[in-house]
């Protein structure tokens, strides 16, 4: 039996929520704490947590944990702010860990 045609969603690992589009992603060649991770241009259904600047793999950034807002597991973080030029694209965008989210129904 055929899939109805609609957005291909990207849900929580854990609740199945929905919480992120296909095709808002803008790489799939992100680390993540538990490995590889996606960059997104938009979430959805998600709670972003308290700035706090991190040292990551491209330098210094203000980041927001993100969670799922059905669960609250953790799914990955917000680019608050990049603190180098090379690195202001990140700025408004979305890191989500590949081990914590699921493809749904595609």
């Known amino acids: 039996m055929a899939h109805p045609i609609g957005p291909r969603l990207y849900s929580c690992c854990n609740?199945?929520?929905h919480v992120g589009l296909h095709d808002d992603i803008?790489?799939?060649a992100f680390q993540g704490r538990t490995g590889r991770a996606f960059l997104f241009s938009?979430?959805?259904n998600i709670v972003v947590g308290a700035k706090e600047d991190r040292h990551l793999l491209t330098g210094l950034h203000t980041v927001a944990d993100i969670s799922c807002a059905d669960c609250n597991e953790p799914l990955g973080w917000k680019y608050?702010?990049?603190?180098e030029t090379s690195q202001k694209y990140?700025?408004?965008k979305f890191i989500?860990?590949?081990a914590?989210?699921?493809k749904e129904d595609w």
């Open 15 to 17: 609740c199945r929520n």
């Open 26 to 28: 803008i790489s799939k």
């Open 42 to 44: 938009h979430a959805m």
């Open 80 to 83: 608050e702010r990049a603190y």
């Open 90 to 92: 990140k700025e408004g």
């Open 96 to 98: 989500f860990e590949k």
């Open 100 to 102: 914590k989210i699921v």
